[in-house]
């Protein structure tokens, strides 16, 4: 084989695996399989929903600084663009497409059918702030925003608190459940995603998405997407900051996969950093309560000299770091950005002793998933049962690693290893609330 040979070949590899990478954080339509928990005494084998959870009651809320696209003056969706105004909204999903005949059980949950997908059947913006940055002045050595300007985001800011503190009044919810989603995700997919995680978990929680602009095509849609995660981290601190203080909120859940994972811990820095220069514990005046970290696309130095040592992890009740070596995406970030990631860590990136210090002192588990592998390598936070299993356990009963409630089992490097085939025991209380 000739030089210009090989260097097309090599080109053409490139190309195949830069498109793997991005193909890899794109989310699925379809509702998961079940994780492996027990319902009204049975372990289901199929994805089964009562007629009258078919529609999601309450709505999927969400948060997104992405451009929004208009029909007849009214926002219909969100693109790939960004926007300088953050949008609040609510979305209809429905569990959609159920096949009836054959599948119908009668339970004390009523009746069940297969379903197949999970439709965005309709969207409702509720709140658009005012473009950022806002209108300021300098006088006297300050530099201020404008009062009116400051009153116009106040305004918009206090009409999402109000939506938050009805909603969480009616259903009688005081957790929320946030999730982030990676790159290459549309606006409609991080909708179905939390749809089918917050189904899961018991919908048990207001259920609230983080939209950034990703989605981003073509082979540096990648390096496109990360840029636009970094210019929504200050939406997202802003987020985070008006959640919590609304009165009703009790706890602040978070679920990030991917490159939403260096999203949202960019914007808990730095919520961190300023509430303990304010002399309050961060904990107390974030209200989180866990953070999960799903194939994380984080650089693995950048974690330590800014997560750890600026004690992140003190905001939090428990965090978990899901990691596949075999995580391909995270491979190739690697090499892209000449830099190991987290979420395909191994035992041989940290120092002696360091893990044994992140567990006890810091609360943070690293929990390994095995035998991912091709296009589930990177996404199996949504598709394999035994790691939603434990996310959802993770989230309901707030359990450590490798107890009862969260049995999983403990290499000697100190890593939790979880099996995709890894039979959980029945449970306690884990039934879908029904008549919320």
């Known amino acids: 084989?000739?030089?210009?040979?090989?260097?097309?070949?090599?080109?053409?590899?490139?190309?195949?695996?830069?498109?793997?990478?991005?193909?890899?954080?794109?989310?699925?339509?379809?509702?998961?399989?079940?994780?492996?928990?027990?319902?009204?005494?049975?372990?289901?084998?199929?994805?089964?929903?009562?007629?009258?959870?078919?529609?999601?009651?309450?709505?999927?809320?969400?948060?997104?600084?992405?451009?929004?696209?208009?029909?007849?003056?009214?926002?219909?969706?969100?693109?790939?663009?960004?926007?300088?105004?953050?949008?609040?909204?609510?979305?209809?999903?429905?569990?959609?497409?159920?096949?009836?005949?054959?599948?119908?059980?009668?339970t004390h949950l009523g009746e069940r059918g297969r379903i197949s997908r999970l439709e965005v059947q309709k969207l409702r913006e509720i709140v658009r702030f005012p473009d950022v940055p806002l209108e300021a002045a300098r006088e006297d050595g300050r530099f201020d925003v404008l009062p009116l300007a400051q009153a116009a985001y106040d305004e918009q800011a206090q009409a999402f608190q109000r939506a938050i503190r009805s909603e969480v009044r009616r259903t009688g919810n005081g957790r929320i459940l946030i999730f982030v989603h990676g790159v290459r995700n549309e606006f409609d997919a991080s909708l179905q995603t939390l749809a089918n995680l917050w189904h899961f978990t018991g919908r048990r929680s207001v259920p609230i998405v983080f939209s950034w602009p990703a989605g981003n095509n073509g082979i540096l849609g990648y390096f496109r997407d990360r840029e636009s995660g970094d210019f929504s981290v200050y939406h997202a601190k802003e987020f985070l900051r008006l959640l919590a203080e609304i009165p009703e909120v009790e706890d602040i859940d978070i679920v990030t996969h991917s490159r939403g994972s260096s999203v949202m811990t960019q914007a808990l820095r730095e919520l961190v950093i300023f509430h303990r220069a304010q002399g309050r514990a961060p904990k107390i005046a974030m209200k989180t309560g866990t953070l999960i970290l799903a194939a994380p696309d984080l650089?693995?130095?950048?974690?330590?000299?800014?997560?750890?040592?600026?004690?992140?992890?003190?905001?939090?009740?428990?965090?978990?770091?899901?990691?596949?070596?075999?995580?391909?995406?995270?491979?190739?970030?690697?090499?892209?950005?000449?830099?190991?990631?987290?979420?395909?860590?191994?035992?041989?990136?940290?120092?002696?002793?360091?893990?044994?210090?992140?567990?006890?002192?810091?609360?943070?588990?690293?929990?390994?998933?095995?035998?991912a592998i091709g296009s589930d390598s990177h996404s199996y936070f949504r598709a394999n049962p035994a790691v939603l299993s434990d996310i959802v356990l993770a989230l309901r009963t707030r359990a450590f690693p490798g107890g009862e409630l969260r049995p999983l089992e403990e290499d000697a490097d100190l890593i939790w290893r979880l099996h995709p085939d890894y039979p959980l025991e029945r449970l306690p209380d884990l039934t879908v609330d029904v008549g919320r």
């Not at 395909?344 to 567990?359: K, N, S, V």
């Open 299 to 371: 650089d693995t130095g950048i974690v330590r000299q800014r997560l750890l040592s600026e004690r992140v992890s003190e905001a939090f009740e428990q965090i978990n770091i899901y990691v596949n070596p075999d995580d391909v995406a995270l491979r190739l970030s690697s090499i892209l950005t000449n830099a190991p990631r987290i979420g395909a860590a191994t035992d041989e990136d940290f120092a002696e002793g360091e893990l044994q210090y992140l567990r006890k002192q810091a609360l943070i588990h690293f929990i390994r998933v095995e035998n």
């Open 1 to 106: 084989m000739g030089q210009d040979q090989r260097r097309h070949v090599g080109l053409g590899l490139c190309k195949w695996l830069l498109v793997l990478v991005l193909a890899g954080c794109s989310a699925a339509i379809e509702l998961a399989p079940p994780p492996n928990l027990y319902l009204d005494g049975r372990n289901y084998p199929e994805s089964l929903v009562p007629i009258s959870l078919q529609v999601v009651d309450p709505p999927i809320f969400y948060m997104t600084d992405r451009e929004p696209m208009y029909r007849d003056g009214v926002v219909t969706n969100y693109g790939t663009g960004r926007s300088d105004a953050m949008a609040f909204g609510a979305s209809e999903v429905r569990f959609g497409a159920v096949d009836w005949p054959d599948l119908v059980a009668r």
